[in-house]
């Protein structure tokens, strides 16, 4: 079946401007995950979506990144104001949380990543 | 706190080689799971392996085995007689129950294959 899909794949954006990142989880999944690669680093958690849960957004580094899931699918990651630190690899990743599971973790599927440039 | 130590920043082995790639994590949990992932040239993150903290078995995939040790909180991957096509970043990470789903990535070790 089909996996996480990210749009764009790639953008180029000039410093001061907004920019939006969509994730398409696996189908079925309830838990979507936002994650930060910067270049040669680890993954940063960023925000987390379950079901109709409030979002875990513990991992936003600042007032000027939100995210939305619309639906309880989709999901779209936009920074306001970018400034070249928020150059890096937007990573989303999709698990399968089904009700009564509790606090069971369960593997995430990640999309290709969106490589943002901030210039 | 959570935390992943993957001590190797990378490593070069040719072709054919045996390979281990170290996981250290921090838990105060005593339930947790732990993952690795590879991350090719391609740059999508791929998932090989997850374990529970209740099940300390060694398990072996083909040429991927994995030795999970409480004692040492290690988690290392060994790739026996390895390939070219081997050659990726490797992440490990961690979950524990009680953040709900998120993920501790350790820094992640990159791998070369020399053929």
């Known amino acids: 079946g089909a996996g996480v899909s990210q749009s764009p794949s790639n953008k180029v954006t000039e410093k001061g401007k907004d920019v939006e990142l969509r994730c398409d989880p696996i189908?079925?999944?309830?838990?979507l995950y936002w994650y930060r690669q910067s270049l040669g680093q680890g993954l940063e958690f960023l925000i987390y979506f379950q079901g109709n849960s409030a979002p875990d957004k513990s991992g936003l580094p600042s007032d000027r990144f939100s995210a939305e899931r619309t639906g309880g699918s989709v999901s779209t990651l936009t920074i306001q104001r970018t400034q070249q630190e928020d150059s890096a690899v937007y990573l989303c990743?999709?698990?399968?949380?089904?009700?009564?599971?509790?606090?069971?973790?369960?593997?995430?599927?990640f999309g290709p990543g969106t490589r943002l440039t901030v210039l | 706190a959570q935390k992943v130590t993957q001590a190797q920043t990378e490593i070069s082995v040719v072709e054919k080689e045996d390979v281990t790639l170290d996981c250290v994590y921090e838990?105060?949990?005593?339930?947790?799971?732990l993952f690795w992932y590879k991350q090719p040239p391609s740059g999508e993150l791929v998932f090989l392996i997850r374990r529970n903290s209740f099940d300390e078995q060694n398990e072996i995939s083909g040429r991927y085995s994995w030795n999970f040790q409480k004692s040492t909180s290690s988690f290392n991957f060994t790739i026996t007689a390895s390939q070219v096509v081997d050659s990726a970043v490797y992440f490990c990470a961690l979950s524990v129950t009680n953040t709900g789903n998120q993920f501790y990535f350790g820094t992640g070790t990159s791998l070369t294959v020399i053929p």
């Open positions: 189908s079925g999944h309830t838990a």
């Open positions: 838990t105060r949990d005593t339930t947790y799971y």
């Open positions: 990743a999709s698990s399968q949380k089904l009700p009564g599971q509790g606090r069971r973790t369960d593997t995430q599927y």
